[in-house]
């Protein structure tokens, strides 16, 4: 496309006890069909707790899909204020226990995105958790700069590697335009409350002909769509779920040409992963985490995917 469009305005309006309906944040159509109930009753409050970035509970919230587009999205959901607020506090250990299969996989996707953008040059990581990417970059010699909405885990990051993290969202720092050669959303994407408007402020970042990179879980991806609810990714710190499809459009409408669009191999420990199994059969899962002590194999590195997708987007520059 040789212009980008206006995203359609966050439509949302309170239903009371905590809780907004939202249209669809691609097409901005107020058109959707249920496509899972809500699993049981719970409380604003219990939903709240599960936002950060280990946050592994099993959705219990009313998922739909846009009948216009296709979007996949959690309605109705926590207010956006109580959601980015409920980010912002809290330790999180669960997820830095990780950091070292982290910065193995980080290392290696910062060499792919240097054979799709040769050398180095200016980079922003946005919901930057630990920092484990931007330590990673910067190892290879790229300028790096991020933030991270976890007051907790973004000090951990800046001790531990000594990287810059803002804390806070990407809303709340003046940064100049135009100034990065890639700016990345790990994991990140299908947190946030606007995804459109994410990605409108990261077309303001990004050098015309620089690189988003987003990776996301794909419930269009062919293990999701085996595993149906059991699917791991199907989560209740995830406010939508995107297909290769729905993705395309997003960054499509805001100026960006798909480069590239590729399963992402990630590494956890292995006793991690298998506690995360839980959501498919809490037996195999206990009972394979046993295995796995015995031999001696529950810190091994183990590399995975469970419809990960990698995603890489030129931004192109406007024309008149």
């Not at 109580?82 to 809290?90: M, N, P, W």
């Not at 994991?187 to 996301?216: A, M």
């Not at 992402?264 to 992963?273: G, K, T, V």
Request: one cysteine or more; hydrophobic letters at 40%; glycine letters at 8%.
């Amino acid at each position: 496309m040789s212009a980008t469009q206006s995203a359609p305005p966050l439509d949302s309006r309170e239903l009371g006890g905590g809780l907004e309906y939202v249209a669809c944040n691609l097409c901005g159509a107020d058109d959707s069909e249920t496509l899972y109930d809500a699993r049981e009753p719970d409380t604003v409050r219990d939903m709240v707790r599960t936002f950060r970035a280990s946050g592994d509970d099993l959705l219990i919230d009313p998922l739909v899909c846009c009948r216009r587009c296709g979007l996949q999205y959690v309605n109705p959901r926590p207010r956006a204020s109580d959601i980015v607020h409920a980010y912002s506090t809290g330790d999180d250990p669960t997820y830095v226990s990780q950091v070292a299969s982290r910065e193995r996989t980080f290392a290696g996707a910062v060499a792919h995105i240097e054979k799709l953008l040769p050398g180095t040059g200016r980079l922003f990581d946005i919901g930057t958790a630990a920092g484990a990417f931007l330590a990673a970059a910067r190892a290879r010699g790229w300028e790096v700069d991020g933030c991270e909405p976890n007051r907790w885990t973004a000090a951990w990051g800046s001790t531990r590697y000594g990287v810059p993290i803002r804390q806070g969202e990407i809303f709340d720092h003046d940064l100049p335009a135009s100034a990065f050669d890639v700016v990345t959303l790990w994991d990140v994407i299908e947190h946030t409350p606007d995804p459109s408007r994410v990605i409108d402020r990261v077309r303001g970042l990004v050098k015309p002909g620089g690189l988003l990179i987003v990776n996301y879980p794909d419930i269009g991806s062919s293990i999701a769509r085996a595993l149906g609810r059991k699917w791991p990714f199907l989560s209740s710190v995830h406010l939508y779920y995107f297909t290769r499809q729905t993705m395309r459009r997003l960054l499509e409408r805001h100026g960006f040409e798909i480069v590239e669009m590729r399963p992402h191999i990630q590494r956890l420990e292995l006793d991690y992963l298998l506690s995360r199994g839980v959501m498919v059969s809490p037996r195999v899962s206990r009972w394979s985490r046993l295995v796995a002590r015995l031999f001696g194999l529950a810190n091994r590195q183990t590399p995975y995917w469970i419809g990960q997708t990698f995603v890489a987007a030129r931004r192109l520059a406007l024309q008149p």
